[in-house]
């Protein structure tokens, strides 16, 4: 009598990335992928037919502001049409009304807020979020306090990275430094900054300082949002990259928006690759929430880890948005015209692949003993994934199916059932 293995859930009849039309069975054990193959025999409590379609692993967003999402309907547009107007030249007179929303900031709407957005991110398969929460003298730690209880509402499903991040800057907003202090230590899992923000590049090195020792402190990863204006004389990204270096910091800095390098000339380009693949740094851009944006296509070229954000849903820099990486992947293949077959495979990965490296989210892979946080498309290659953006039809987080109707309940702002867990 042949005895088969047991497993927790198998994904059968799978088209795979890169492996033509050869059709694979997935089986997960203890929240890992335990075997590939055709037609494997095992016997598992769960299974799902993906008849076909694409399975790959999940979708992964590097940068959102998840504590300002759907804010945009509680204030006017004067900051979105300041961030989006004039190339990007009134991005820092933006970001001062844009302040406004946190004249009321708390964290029981935050929270509700909150929720939506990452349920809407379950929903598109999108499994691992970067997420800041404003620290400053307005936000003070409000926007943390929702985003951790979030995090921890979803464990298991979303894996959330909260962002202590000093939107309105350290040194030009007095006591931001010790609300960053107190967002660590309540749990914030990220050292955030925006050091272009400061009235100096004195002060931007201070800033940049401030989070680096705050990192140290407290073993953390950095992000920084840099450069977010059209002004090619900014250069806080090659300071943070400079700094990584000093620090040994290698991996542990990520680099978002950088749109001045949009108007930077070629030599200073080249020269600030090199000191981005000195650090590790990964680029994170979001080419739809802004007329101007990172030079994705000369990053990638100088072997930069480059990956799309969604960066914004309903706030005052952007109006849509619902955490659909598939969506984020489609619109910078127009902005940054990459359509070819190779170059939407490259978009994929930008989505995937590359986020989950540079938020160091270990074990993002079709392989045995991988993670299995995974998604069935509907569709059979990545074009017609992309074509589509529609949500996956199945969405498998930590090795368990993710219940996608309490997914679209909570979308919808219905409350959560009370110590539910997956
Ligand atoms: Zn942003």
């Known amino acids: 009598m042949v005895v088969l293995d047991m497993v927790d859930l198998c994904i059968r009849n799978a088209r795979l990335r890169h492996k033509g039309d050869e059709l694979f069975d997935i089986a997960i054990t203890d929240g890992r992928i335990s075997a590939i193959g055709g037609g494997l025999s095992v016997l598992a409590?769960?299974?799902?037919?993906?008849?076909?379609?694409?399975?790959?692993?999940?979708?992964?967003?590097?940068h959102l502001h998840l504590c300002k999402v759907w804010t945009l309907p509680m204030m006017n547009e004067a900051a979105?049409?300041?961030?989006?107007?004039?190339?990007m030249g009134k991005a820092l007179a933006a970001i001062d009304l844009a302040r406004v929303v946190k004249d009321n900031y708390d964290a029981s709407w935050i929270t509700r807020n909150a929720r939506r957005a990452v349920a809407l991110a379950a929903l598109h398969g999108n499994l691992h979020i970067r997420a800041f929460a404003d620290v400053d003298s307005k936000a003070r730690l409000e926007g943390v306090k929702a985003l951790i209880a979030v995090r921890d509402e979803f464990r298991g499903i979303v894996?959330?990275?909260?962002?202590?991040?000093?939107?309105?800057?350290?040194?030009?907003d007095p006591g931001t430094d010790r609300l960053m202090h107190e967002a660590m230590a309540l749990g914030a899992d990220v050292v955030g900054g925006i050091p272009w923000i400061e009235f100096s590049d004195q002060e931007a090195q201070q800033h940049i300082d401030f989070c680096f020792d705050l990192a140290r402190t407290h073993d953390a990863d950095i992000s920084m949002l840099l450069d977010d204006a059209g002004d090619a004389s900014l250069r806080t990204l090659e300071m943070m990259a400079t700094e990584t270096i000093r620090r040994g910091w290698q991996g542990r800095a990520l680099a978002h928006h950088c749109r001045a390098m949009a108007l930077y000339?070629?030599?200073?380009?080249?020269?600030?690759?090199?000191?981005?693949?000195?650090?590790?740094?990964?680029?994170?851009?979001?080419?739809?929430t802004g007329p101007l944006h990172a030079r994705v296509r000369d990053l990638l070229g100088e072997g930069i880890n480059v990956c799309l954000g969604q960066d914004d849903i309903s706030d005052a820099y952007y109006p849509f948005g619902r955490n659909n990486m598939l969506e984020v992947a489609f619109l910078a293949s127009h902005m940054l015209w990459m359509t070819g077959r190779e170059e939407i495979e490259k978009l994929y990965d930008m989505v995937t692949v590359a986020p989950a490296k540079a938020m160091n989210v270990s074990g993002h892979d079709i392989a045995v003993g991988a993670n299995a946080n995974l998604v069935v498309l509907g569709q059979p290659d990545v074009i017609e994934a992309l074509r589509y953006h529609a949500p996956p039809r199945h969405v498998v987080s930590h090795g368990r199916r993710v219940d996608l109707d309490r997914m679209q309940h909570l979308a919808r702002g219905g409350a959560p059932a009370s110590a539910t867990g997956g």
Not at 46 to 55: C, F, P, R, T
Not at 80 to 87: E, P, Q, T, V
Request: charged fraction near 20%; hydrophobic fraction near 40%.
């Open 45 to 62: 409590q769960d299974e799902i037919d993906a008849e076909g379609s694409l399975v790959t692993v999940s979708f992964a967003n590097p």
């Open 80 to 87: 979105l049409s300041a961030y989006h107007g004039a190339d």
């Open 159 to 172: 894996d959330v990275q909260v962002v202590a991040f000093a939107q309105d800057g350290i040194i030009k």
């Open 265 to 288: 000339g070629e030599p200073y380009l080249q020269r600030l690759s090199g000191t981005l693949r000195k650090a590790a740094v990964s680029v994170v851009s979001d080419p739809h």
